[in-house]
């Protein structure tokens, strides 16, 4: 066990470097001359003298010494918050769909949502939120952009979740579908099992048999699935981010290379901090279906 | 054939791959059948920033300069069907020859296609292409192509490797080694056929995702220009900032403007995505 978590780890560490040392030097090799002004050595070399200075506090310093974490940490703070609400939406609104559609198959009620499901698969996240942005701009209920400042507490936190209700729904409508589709079709599975026929024969009410006994044998895998998406969640919220001008990570990262000499330190920064994010959540990924599923459990 | 004559069998996926050959066609001929070409102006004053008309010469409307919605549609169909097809393309000349090899040999190379196809899939897409597509100034679609290209080629290895490791274990292309066959000739005659469907599966994946990275990107106004190739994205995305990116520019701008390019994205990634799983449900009846 403790051997898996390492040798991933170590895994991810190689990932990491690799990427930094791919997106630093194809940044500095078009946007630099070597050897001019702006980056005195050649992209190699500053990276590795990057490279070398992490234990000293290398990260986090862009080319011309400015501080990075400054606007990077806030824009992690406000796409976090932005991917919490919307997976709050995602399992509530698909574990209800997949179990309803699951519990009556072939029915009218199965038809109408399986197409519900295809519709919200299709839509990509930015249309859906471009398009709710301007069909909703004559009400002025919902705020259209922007994240909200002021001081952490009870009452900020209530002012985010408002201002971030129109981008989450954007964002979880486009990967309900999906997952509503994966718990209909495993929660099937685990309905026609064996151990679903014991437990209704022990005389278990049938809410106990669908709750207790098959959804949790099909939550293993709808975990996995969940956190391995991650990556395509992860880049949808860039996107509506962009279009609500949440200043989140997809913001920045617009803005940092959006410029006409980009900073090779800072997109690298940006690239990287991304990328251990979605080896940390694949990891996880592991770990919790492990953890729900003890059959695959590493020896 | 069986595999035809169960996806026919079912009269959505049909009607389904009808709209979808619909929207080809018709994206195919726009020429022929645009009624204007997509930068000509109306200047006349009863026809700049008109709403929808059944009777008029405008079906969808013109925008604010009195170009017209329909034709400028048509043209961004094109382009994104031309570019959507072109990266599929490319996903199946890279990853069915890797997915086949990969499949059918296993060892090393396999653990490390798949190793890298995993990293590449798990990065979020949208990040990876803006960072490649940024060097390309400007941007024309056979680069847009090569960049999507490049990146979707795993989408189809991944697939048409497990296909090919589960057609490994069986019998009849362990007769067919065992009759001498070499493996070059066992994956032409024996493994190949056998995975056509799914190589096909794995490109309409392709292409959905394809054309949904590109109006991505072409939102971000980062890919074509809009000026020399409509795409759908670009379309949207010009109704969006409409002279900087702000709320203040499409409360003018009519409803039309932006709902006909936006329906017909939704519809042509809806369409893609549902023949790709139908197709996918006649291949394998039995899941």
Not at chain 2, 134 to 161: E, I, K, N
Not at chain 2, 224 to 239: F, H, I, Q, T
């Amino acid at each position: 066990m403790a051997a898996f978590v390492v040798r991933r780890l170590m895994l991810a560490a190689a990932v990491l470097t690799a990427v930094s040392f791919v997106s630093f030097w194809f940044f500095a090799k078009n946007f630099y001359v070597a050897g001019g002004t702006l980056l005195p050595v050649s992209p190699s070399t500053a990276w590795w003298r990057w490279f070398t200075g992490i234990p000293s506090g290398s990260v986090g310093k862009g080319t011309f010494g400015q501080d990075l974490w400054v606007t990077l940490v806030p824009a992690l703070e406000h796409t976090t918050w932005l991917i919490l609400e919307s997976l709050v939406l995602v399992v509530c609104a698909s574990l209800a769909v997949g179990v309803a559609a699951a519990l009556h198959p072939r029915s009218g009620l199965d038809v109408l949502l399986r197409f519900l499901a295809y519709a919200s698969w299709s839509l990509p996240a930015f249309l859906l939120a471009m398009v709710m942005q301007k069909a909703l701009a004559g009400f002025h209920v919902f705020p259209l952009n922007g994240y909200p400042a002021g001081r952490a507490g009870a009452r900020h936190a209530v002012d985010v979740a408002w201002h971030l209700l129109l981008p989450s729904i954007a964002l979880a409508t486009s990967f309900v579908g999906l997952y509503a589709r994966f718990v209909r079709s495993s929660l099937l599975v685990a309905l026609a099992a064996p151990f679903t026929t014991t437990a209704r024969a022990k005389g278990l009410p049938e809410r106990a048999v669908v709750l207790r006994h098959a959804l949790r044998n099909s939550l293993a895998t709808y975990v996995s699935v969940l956190l391995l998406e991650f990556g395509s969640v992860f880049g949808a919220a860039m996107v509506v981010d962009w279009i609500y001008q949440l200043n989140g990570v997809g913001t920045l990262f617009i803005r940092t290379i959006g410029g006409t000499s980009i900073d090779p330190s800072a997109v690298q920064l940006i690239i990287v901090v991304t990328a251990a994010i979605v080896l940390a959540t694949s990891l996880l990924a592991d770990l919790a279906v492990i953890w729900l599923d003890p059959r695959v459990r590493p020896r | 054939m069986k595999t035809v004559r169960r996806f026919a069998r079912r009269p959505v996926s049909v009607a389904a791959l009808a709209l979808f050959l619909g929207l080809v066609a018709v994206a195919v001929l726009q020429q022929h059948v645009a009624p204007y070409t997509w930068d000509s102006i109306d200047l006349r004053d009863v026809a700049t920033n008109r709403g929808p008309t059944l009777w008029h010469e405008h079906l969808f409307g013109t925008d604010t300069l009195g170009r017209d919605v329909l034709s400028r549609t048509l043209v961004g169909l094109h382009t994104t069907i031309v570019i959507g097809f072109g990266v599929a393309g490319i996903a199946v000349a890279i990853g069915a020859p890797l997915g086949l090899v990969s499949g059918y040999y296993g060892g090393w190379l396999d653990a490390t296609l798949m190793r890298a196809a995993d990293l590449a899939r798990s990065f979020p897409a949208i990040m990876v292409s803006l960072a490649a597509i940024v060097f390309f100034f400007p941007v024309w679609p056979h680069t847009m192509m090569l960049v999507l290209g490049l990146y979707m080629w795993t989408l189809v290895a991944r697939v048409v490797r497990g296909h090919v490791a589960t057609l490994v274990e069986l019998e009849f292309i362990e007769a067919a080694r065992a009759l001498g066959a070499s493996d070059l000739r066992v994956i032409r005659t024996h493994i190949l056929p056998n995975v056509a469907g799914t190589i096909v599966v794995g490109a309409t994946a392709a292409l959905a995702q394809a054309v949904l990275l590109e109006a991505t990107i072409e939102f971000f106004s980062y890919g074509l220009p809009a000026s020399r190739w409509p795409s759908l994205g670009n379309l949207l995305a010009d109704v969006t900032y409409g002279g900087g990116l702000g709320l203040q520019g499409y409360r003018q701008l009519g409803w039309w403007t932006w709902a006909f390019p936006a329906l017909v994205l939704a519809l042509l990634l809806l369409t893609i995505n549902f023949v790709g799983d139908e197709l996918d449900a006649a291949l394998n009846p039995a899941a």
